[in-house]
C-alpha cells in the first residue's frame, strides 16, 4: 500500500471520528428537546417516584452534564449505559443481541443482491432489447421504485397471510426469508441496471471488438475481459448498497417483527429510551460511515487507475 | 493477486450469512400434548420491560411474574368458575387484628416445603426484604405506591426521611410474618397477590441484571425461566419444587413476544399459537363471525373516557360569567355535550369489541360494600351510572341536551345549530381505533354547530401534553390495579400525577365553586363552595382514612358524584379484554386485571 493511501485512510479515519462526534452530540440535545420522557406513562408515577428514579439515571442534572458524562463513558470505558426502559439490561447486551439478527439478515441479503443482480444485469445486457431484457427491466424498475415498507407488506400480505407459505412472525422458523427478500429487492434491481449499462458500455470497447476479431470464444470475452471491467460500478454501490440495509432494515425489521437493532433503535425512541436510542444511533453511524471507507478502498483494489487522494 | 482479495471477500461475506452471525434459535412450534408432556405457545405483548415482580408494571408481566413467583396468596379459578383470592405460600389468609390506635396487624404462617429454584428455603425473611425493597425510593418502581397501605410507608417516602425508614412489616421466625396496614383495607388479600409483593432473596437481586437471565433469574413459583430469547421468546418450564406443583398440568409454556396484531393472527390462524391477547381493530368483525368459540371479550377493569380540561373556558365570548358562576356553567355544558355523544354507535360500530357503553367512571366489575356493581349503585338514578346510556334513550338525552345548551349558547332555529360556541381541540394518540371515535364526536358536535378539530400526537409526547393541560378536549383510559373503587378516585386529587383535567390546578386553584357533606354518613367534613383542595382532597383522604367499609363505600360514591358533576370525565366504553384462545386449551382463566393463567391448563 503506498503512503498516499496510507494517508488517505488516516484522513478519512480522522474525519469519520469528528463525524461520529457530531451525529452523537446532535442526536443527544435533539433528544432531549422532544417533548416526552423515559418515565411517563397512561398510568403517572408520582412526582417523589419520578425524581428518585432521575437522580438514579442522572437525568436530574444540568444537561450539559448529562452530556459531557455520557460522552466521557463512551470514550474511556466504551459504555453506553444501562437500558431506561427495560430494567436491569445493559444497551450494550440489547445492541448486540440485535446486531446478530440484523447483521444475519442484512448480509445474506447484500449477497443475494450481488449474486442475482449481476447475473441478471449481465443477462440484459447479452439479450439487449430481446423479450428477456425487456421483462428484467420492467421488473427491476418496479423494484427500484418501491419503497420497502410497501414492497415489505405486500410480500406479507402474499406469502404470509393469503399464501402462509412463511411465518408473519421474523422470529418464527423461515421467519428471517421474507425480511431478507425485502431488503434484497431494491439493491438487487439496482445492481440488475448498473451492470447491465456498464456491461453493454464495456462490450462497445475497442478492446472487446480486438479479441472478436482476433477469435476469442465468446464465453471467454465475457468472462476473461468485459465481466471483470463492467463490475466496477458495482463496487462503488457496495457502500451506499450496506448503508441501504442497515437503514431498509428500521422499517423491514418493524414489519416482520424482527428483533434486530432497527427494531430497538424505532422502539427507542417512542419510549424515549435515551441511552438505548443514543446507543443505537452511534452504532449505525459507525456502520455506515465504515462501510462506505470499505467501499473506497475495494474501488481501489478492482481498479488500479484510481488513486485514493 | 488483485482478484483473489476480491473473492475472498465475497467468501467472507457468504460465509459469514450462512454461518457465523446467526441468531442462535432453532424454533419449535407450539401447542403439544403428545411424547415428553403438555406445552402451549402463547403471546400477550412484546419484550417485557423488566420481569423483577418488584419493577414490572404491565400486564403481561405481571402474568409472567404470576407464573414464576409464588407470594402469600394468588389468584384461582373455583369449579364453579368464579374467581377468588386463595393462600400460595401462606397456610391461611387470616382476618387482621385491629389495634387500638385504629391500626390492623396480620399474621401470616408460611407453608412448609417452600423453596427457591436453587433449593433454598423461601423465608419470612425474604418476604421482610422484598416488601421493603419494591416500595423503596432506591428502587423507585412505578408500583411502589401499592405498599401506601402498610404501616412505614408515608415515613418512607417523607421528606427527608431517615434512609432506615421501613415498613411494619417483621418476620417473626422462619415461617412467621406479621404486618401492620394504617387501617383496614377491603382489597389487601387482593394485593397479597399482586407482583409486588411476591417475594425476592436480597443475594439474588443484589446483581442489578438478574431479572434479565435465565442463569440468575432465582424463583418460587410454579415455574422456573428456562431460556429468554430477547425481543423474540421466553419459555418457563414447570417447577417441580413448588409446593402446589401437583396441581400444575401445564410443563411447558413459551411466551412469544411481539406487539404486532396482524403478526399475531397470523400466527394464531396457523396453529403456531394457542393464544393470543390482541387482534386488529379492523377484523374483529370478521374474526368473530368466523372464530365464535374462539374469540373471548372478558370484563377488565377500566373505562375509555374523554377528560376536558377544567381551565379552558367552554362559554362564549359574550358570556359574563365568572368564578363559580362560570364553572358551574361550563359543568353542565359539559355534562349536556356528554348526552348527545352516541355510545351506542360507538361501541357497536367502531370499537367493536364487545365494549359497554359507559355510564360512569368507576368502572364495572368493581364492587359495592355489599358485593353489588359499584356503577349500578352510582348516580341515584332509575338506571344505572349517572346517564342513560340504552339506545332508546339516545333521543331523550339529545333533547335535553339542546336544551341545557340553549341557556348558553345561541340557537339558530332554522339550522338547528349553535352560532356562538367556542371551537375546540380534540387531542388524541396516533392509533386508527382513537381517530374513529374521535371523528364520531366531531361529526356529532358539528351537527349542532360545535366545531371540534382533531389532533393526533405521538404517544409520548401525547402523554407529556395532556398532563401538562395543554390540550382543551383529550383522549383518556384507565385500568384499575385492584378491585376497589379508590384505584379511579384518588387519581383526581390536586397533586396527583395523573390529574389530566387540571382538577384545582392554574385558574381553577382558587375557584370556590364545590360542595361536599358527607355529615350524613357520620363524618365531620361539610363544605359549602369550597375550592377543590378544601372538597375533594378533603373527601379522598378522610376515603383512605375510614375503618367502617359500609361508610368507606358511600364516601367513594360521593367522590364520583362529584367528579362526574364537573362533566369534566365523559365516560364512553367500560374496558374490555379481547383475545383468541384455541378450543384444545381447556382449564385456561384470566382475571379482572388481565392476568391470564396457563398453569392449569391442558391441551386436548
Known sequence: MSTKTLVYILKRLLLAVITVWLVITVTFFVMHAVPGGPFVGEKAVSESVRKAMEAKYGLDKPLFEQYVTYLSDIVTRFDF??????RGRQVMDIISDGLQTSAYIGVIAAFLALIIGVVLGAAAALNRNKFADRCIMVVTTAFVSMPSFIMGSLLLTIFAVKLEWFPANGDAENGLILPIITLSLYPMAYITRLTRSSMLDVLGQDYIRTAKAKGVSKWKIIFGHAMKNSLIPVITYFGPMLAYIVTGSLVVEQIFAVPGIGRAFVNSITGRDYTLLMGTTIILAVLIIVMNLLSDIMYKIVDPRITLE | MKRKVFAA???????????????ASAKKKGGSASGDGQEISVCLASEPGTLDPALNSSVDGATLCAHMFAGLAKWEQSESG??????????????????????????????????????KDVTAKDFEFAWNRACSPELAADYGYMFEVVQGYNEMWAENAPSDAKLSVTAKDDKTLEVTLYNKVSYWNELLAFPSYFPVREDVVSNDSWATDPS???????????????????????????????????????????DDANNMLTNYKNGSWQLIDDVPTNEIASLKASYPDNFVVAGQLGTYYISWNNNYSLLPASSSLTGADKIKAENEIRNALALIIDRNYIVDNIAQGGQIPASSFVAMGLTDADGSQFYENAGDNSYPGYYDVSADSYQKNWNSAIETLKKYYTYDEASGKFTDAPSMTYLYNTSDAHKAIAENIQGVFASIGIDMSLENQEWATFLETRKSGDFTVARNGWLADYNDPISFLDMWTTSSGNNDVQFGKGANASVAAYSIDCTDCGIDLKVTDGTWAETYDALITQIKTCADNDTRYKLMHKAEDMLMETGCLTPLYYYTDLYMIDSNVKGFFSNPLGYKYFMYCTIE
Not at chain 2, 471477500?9 to 441468531?23: E, K, V, W
Not at chain 2, 418450564?237 to 409446593?243: E, F, G, P, R
Request: charged share 20%; hydrophobic share 35%.
Open chain 1, 81 to 86: 449505559g444501562p437500558s431506561l426502559k427495560q
Open chain 2, 9 to 23: 471477500m465475497l467468501a467472507g461475506i457468504m460465509l459469514a450469512g450462512t454461518t457465523g452471525c446467526g441468531p
Open chain 2, 82 to 119: 368464579a374467581l377468588e383470592i386463595v393462600p400460595d405460600l401462606a397456610t391461611e389468609l387470616p382476618e387482621g387484628v385491629e389495634n387500638d390506635d385504629g391500626t390492623v396487624t396480620y399474621t401470616y404462617t408460611l407453608r412448609d416445603g417452600a423453596k427457591w429454584s436453587d433449593g
Open chain 2, 216 to 258: 440468575t433469574f432465582i424463583c418460587n413459583g410454579a415455574y422456573t425461566m428456562d431460556s429468554w430469547e430477547h425481543n423474540s421468546v421466553i419459555t418457563l418450564v414447570k417447577n417441580d419444587s413448588y409446593v402446589d406443583a401437583e396441581n400444575v398440568t401445564m410443563d411447558a409454556i413459551n411466551f412469544y413476544l411481539s
